[in-house]
Each structure stands twice: as structure tokens, then as C-alpha cells.
């Protein structure tokens, strides 16, 4: 991305950014919302099924591609997508507006990678590793600057950067990771070295280096450990208040393709949902140190899994254009439901407004099950008309007639006579 000023990114033409679409913005809330390939920003709804364009495009560009987002706020008002080309724009639930943030980049940032937001303060990745650290002022348009122009040092976390994720429990901490990029904790305060730096694994049965390749890495909730998942398909467990600096649990889910996507159960600290490139999702359990259960259904790749915040569901999205809605515990381990979205999925958000009893998934499959079984059966008109047609074919006599027989045994029964 070309290097511009501040101001000139403030006087982007605010006429050719999408914008909320009226028609659907009084549909708020949504149960998921996804952020798709083609720039389009859908919300939808697990029960019935169905899914809305919350923005309008005058025309679609790759650049518009929604590659990351977040919630703004813990109100889950308002979500900020990173674009392709490295904008990121804000779309407001409640009142319909969107806006694009102005941010300040070098050249040569290379994409988007992750963004993340807490108390007015915007934390952006890119993949030649700069991440950016501002703080959105009240107008929510600009950001606040000191007389350095800059609220913030900037991180340089290192070259290919595939990760990125912010502490909500320290809210001053964020990990990055990537390709010959190990785990690193930062603290924004004080970013000039790394608090906690990963140490590689130890060679492999031949005594050769193993490959160090972060494609995903969270925070558990309630602490500052950490959980990675690896281009090998390898679930880690680091713990940065140990002095071991090497994963204090090394998980091999035996899955030949990378790990895609990464959650981490809310108010949890064992269990974990991953999906790899060939739409394999499991659950690992950090206590068993293995994967307990391996959920069905999904038919590409997994692009994204996101729990729900509260109750023990979650909602995963991938390249087969379907979000998909698990329980974690389901016992057929297979989806609740599923929302055909037209277009391919980077990244989704599970609102925590969505409730469910029993659930209100379960209930409406179970009803969809039971007319499914009720018109399999037939019905008292069709069980009369049957039985009327077995009447009349029991009234109509047998006709018999001789057998035929064959030629070989013609020829057989004349030799015999002779």
C-alpha cells in the first residue's frame, strides 16, 4: 500500500465505501456475522436459516475483500473489517452509518492479517510483521495523537506474520506468530522487546530442526497462557509465568493439513475447537492431551471458528460458502445447523445476543424431523386407496398356465423314450 499522509486518508471519498444497507439494518441482531470474499458483510440467522447483505457495494473490487474483523465495543454495536487493501472500516448496527478509520501505514506492509479492539484502542497486524497500535478518539473518525504524532510505538514482531491476537484479561498484552517466526508476547506500554519469546521444539526423531510455523494462536480468557496451532497440525500449549520457554504441552491431532482456524472456549482453560485446510474439525482437550471428539459435516476448508460467548455453541465458516453452528457437546457430533451463504467466508463473529433453551436449533431440526418421518408415511386417503386396490386384487381369480418347457429338456425326454 502506498504511503499518504494522515489528512489524505481522512478526505478518502467516503461515496464509493460501502455502507449498511437500509433495508436490512432494522433486522438487528443477527446470530452470526460473516465477512466474505467479495466485500460483502452478511448477517444470519441460525434458526431459519437465512443470511442478509448488511452493506452495499457500488461495485465489487478485490480490494473490498473482508479479510479480518472484530466487535468495536463489548455492546457488539459495531464491527470493524480489515479490507484487502488494508482499509478498515467500521459499520455501526444501530444507526446505519459506516465509516473508514484512518491509519497510517509505510510501504510495502503487506496484507492485513488481524485487528483487534479495546477501549477506543485499534491493534492492526500486517503480514511483513509491523503491527499498528492507535487510539480512536470520541468522534470514532480520527485517532488521538500526541505532539510525536503517534499515540503508540509501532511493533515490528518480524517477517511473515500469520498471527495476531490481543489479552482481554491484560489488555496491555498481544502475541504474534508466523513462518520462522516463533511465539512472541508484547506488552503495547513497553514494545521495544518481546516480554516472551517461544523456544523451538526439540529436533525430530532423525535430529533434525523442526519447522517453526505459527498459522494460529489465541489467549485462553482468564489468563496469559497460550494456545498455537501449526502448519503441521501440532496443538501447543505455552505458559509464559513457567521458566520453560519451550510448549509445556504438545498436542499431534495426526491430521496431515494445517491448522486454519483456532478457538478457545470461553471461561476455559482445557478445551479447544480446531479446523484444518480439509475441513477437519475436532476438539482437543488439554487435559487428556489428545482430540476427544471430531465434528461432521463440514465439506472444505475452515476459514474461521468463533464460540459463543455464554452457552456452549459454536459457529465455524469455510471455503464450501457455509457457516456452520455446532453444540459443543452434541452427542452425534455433527452441525445443529447450516446457512448457504453465496459467496466464499474469510471471517465470522458470533453475537452473544443469540439464546437458546433447549435449544431452538434442536427444537426445529427435531420438527423438521418429524414432518420429514410423517411425509415419508402415507396418509389415511393413500392407506384407503391401497387398501382398496389389495380388495380388488384379491377379487380377480388366478389364471393358471402350463408351464413352458425347455428345448434341452425336449430333446433329453425323446432320447430317453428312444
Not at 501505514?105 to 477501549?119: C, Q
Not at 491476537?165 to 513462518?179: A, E, Q, V, W
Not at 523451538?200 to 532423525?206: G, I, K, Q
Not at 459443543?328 to 451463504?341: F, G, N, P, R
Amino acid at each position: 500500500m502506498a504511503s499518504s499522509s494522515f489528512e489524505e486518508t481522512q478526505q478518502r471519498d467516503l461515496n464509493n465505501l460501502p455502507r449498511i444497507d437500509p433495508t436490512t439494518a432494522h433486522q438487528y441482531p443477527f446470530d452470526v456475522y460473516a465477512g466474505c470474499v467479495t466485500g460483502y458483510l452478511k448477517g444470519c440467522y441460525i434458526l431459519s436459516r437465512s443470511h442478509h447483505n448488511l452493506n452495499e457495494l457500488q461495485n465489487v473490487h478485490p480490494n473490498w475483500e473482508i479479510r479480518c474483523m472484530c466487535w468495536k465495543n463489548y455492546n457488539e454495536a459495531e464491527i470493524l473489517t480489515g479490507q484487502r487493501d488494508n482499509c478498515i472500516i467500521s459499520y455501526s448496527m444501530t444507526n446505519g452509518k459506516s465509516y473508514s478509520l484512518p491509519i497510517e501505514l509505510p510501504d510495502e506492509t503487506g496484507i492485513i492479517r488481524n485487528i483487534k479492539s479495546h477501549d477506543h484502542l485499534l491493534i492492526a497486524a500486517f503480514s511483513k510483521g509491523l503491527v499498528k497500535c492507535q487510539t480512536v478518539n470520541a468522534d470514532e473518525i480520527t485517532f488521538v495523537r500526541d505532539q510525536d504524532g503517534k499515540t503508540h510505538e509501532d511493533i515490528e514482531s518480524g517477517s511473515d506474520l500469520f498471527c495476531m491476537d490481543h489479552n482481554r484479561c491484560h489488555p496491555s498484552l498481544i502475541l504474534t506468530g508466523g513462518k520462522e517466526n516463533p511465539l512472541k508476547i508484547w506488552d503495547i506500554s513497553s514494545p521495544k522487546a518481546p516480554v516472551f519469546t517461544a523456544k523451538n521444539v526439540r529436533n525430530d526423531w532423525l535430529n533434525l530442526t523442526v519447522p517453526i510455523w505459527v498459522t494460529k494462536a489465541e489467549f485462553f480468557s482468564q489468563s496469559n497462557k497460550v494456545v498455537t496451532g501449526t502448519a503441521k497440525a501440532h496443538i501447543r500449549l505455552y505458559d509464559p509465568s513457567s521458566a520453560q520457554r519451550r510448549p509445556v504441552m504438545d498436542i499431534d491431532s495426526k491430521e496431515s493439513s494445517p491448522i486454519t482456524a483456532l478457538a478457545v472456549r470461553p471461561n476455559s482453560e482445557f478445551e479447544v475447537v480446531a479446523g484444518t485446510g480439509k475441513g477437519t474439525l475436532f476438539l482437543v482437550d488439554l487435559r487428556k492431551k489428545s482430540v476427544v471428539r471430531n465434528y461432521k459435516s463440514v465439506k472444505g476448508g475452515v476459514t474461521d471458528i468463533k464460540f459463543h460467548p455464554s452457552i456452549p455453541y459454536f459457529a465455524t465458516s469455510s471455503i464450501d460458502r457455509h457457516v456452520y453452528c455446532f453444540k459443543l457437546d452434541a452427542a452425534k457430533q455433527t452441525k445443529c445447523s447450516s446457512i448457504y451463504m453465496l459467496s466464499q467466508i474469510n471471517c465470522i463473529l458470533f453475537s452473544s445476543l443469540w439464546t437458546s433453551d433447549k435449544t431452538e436449533v434442536e427444537k426445529s431440526k427435531e420438527s423438521a424431523d418429524k414432518i420429514a418421518e410423517n411425509s415419508e408415511q402415507p396418509s389415511i386417503s393413500d392407506r384407503s386407496d391401497e387398501e382398496e386396490g389389495e380388495g380388488l386384487w384379491d377379487s380377480m381369480s388366478v389364471v393358471k398356465t402350463k408351464r413352458k418347457v425347455s428345448s434341452a429338456k425336449v430333446t433329453q425326454k425323446k432320447r430317453k423314450r428312444e
